[in-house]
């Protein structure tokens, strides 16, 4: 099992930044890959931006060139900065790892609100 425990959402105004984190826990060796999804009132659940063990990542195009994913590998923290934040970023971004075989975690959320 891997438990997931998002953190830094907020209340910010357009233009602004903020930076989430996400800490890993449990059974961590079998993860392969974590990442950022994104849901918005009355849309689907989608994807931010992904990184694999081996450092590749993977960008929504929506937020390429505003957003940055990253990993402390010490610390099983995988961050997610937000630059240039857009009121259509509003929505709740969950932290996600996948594991070799297969599995899929789910932090519970955390809320990013950006005004206009």
């Known amino acids: 099992q891997v438990q997931l425990v998002e953190s830094g959402g907020g209340l910010v105004q357009a233009g602004e930044s903020l930076k989430l984190a996400c800490v890993a826990s449990g059974t961590i060796f079998s993860i392969d890959a974590m990442g950022w999804y994104r849901q918005a009132p009355g849309s689907q659940r989608e994807l931010v931006a992904t990184m694999t063990n081996g450092g590749s990542t993977n960008y929504a195009d929506s937020v390429k060139g505003r957003f940055t994913i990253s990993r402390d590998s010490a610390k099983n923290t995988v961050y997610l900065q937000m630059n240039s934040l857009k009121p259509e970023d509003t929505a709740v971004y969950y932290c996600?790892?996948?594991?070799?075989?297969?599995?899929?975690?789910w932090g519970k959320g955390t809320l990013v609100t950006v005004s206009s």
């Open positions: 996600n790892a996948n594991t070799e075989i297969g599995l899929a975690y």
